[in-house]
């Protein structure tokens, strides 16, 4: 209960520190959507600096969880699942309030990951913009990248953390076809076909692609 009162008072001190509120404007304008994203933000700025080790738990147990499932991985994950990292990572998750709190936004949530791949892209020094929304393929370019970036962000926890433990995922390009390994506990690599992370908006995205070369 703290911790959910003390998230909202750091919206309310952003609303008294901007003298902005997404009430000031019709619900789902682009003046609402604009001083929600300034509010979140002071807010956000307003939080105590996570710890590189919470980061990087976090990291893991999502990697964990989005990667690692399924009979073929289910003893590298027992693995991952019994280190320190991984529980702190889960704990921080489950904590009320906490870093897994959803923030409600009045949009798609492909625009919404759009967003935060196109800042996270401008944090790394590339100064380009993602295709505008009429381009059909859109959407799962932004996928394909968004399941770039968290994999790679999460190589390099494991390797902070876990460097004793090989990382359980590779991931190769071959042109416009991506190909996906898992790691077994045997050190074998076996590939996967199917994955909604990568492997998915990947074939949709070059479909795309290719249909828009017919077209032409």
């Known amino acids: 209960m703290k911790d959910n009162s003390s998230n909202h008072n750091r919206i309310r001190l952003a609303q008294a520190a901007t003298g902005i509120s997404p009430a000031d404007f019709p619900l789902g304008s682009t003046q609402s959507r604009a001083a929600a994203r300034v509010l979140l933000d002071h807010s956000e700025r307003s939080k105590p600096r996570r710890s590189q080790y919470d980061q990087d738990a976090l990291q893991i147990a999502s990697f964990a969880r989005l990667f690692l499932c399924g009979l073929e991985t289910e003893q590298v994950s027992r693995e991952v699942k019994a280190t320190a990292v991984y529980q702190h990572g889960e704990r ?3 904590e009320p309030g906490g870093y ?9 949530p492909n625009d919404r990951l759009a967003e935060i791949l196109q800042a996270a892209m401008g944090r790394a020094g590339w100064n380009g913009e993602l295709p505008s929304k009429d381009v059909k393929w859109r959407n799962a370019l932004v996928r394909l990248l968004s399941g770039q970036v968290l994999l790679a962000g999460c190589e390099a926890a494991w390797n902070r953390q ?14 416009d076809t991506f190909r996906m390994y898992r790691r077994q506990h045997s050190g074998e690599w076996n590939e996967e076909t199917q994955s909604f992370m990568i492997l998915e908006p990947a074939r949709e995205l070059k479909e795309l692609l290719q249909q828009d070369q017919i077209s032409a």
């Open 100 to 108: 897994s709190e959803a923030l409600q936004w009045d949009k798609e």
């Open 162 to 175: 876990l460097p004793e433990m090989p990382f359980p995922v590779r991931v190769e390009r071959h042109g």
């Open 92 to 94: 921080l998750e489950h």
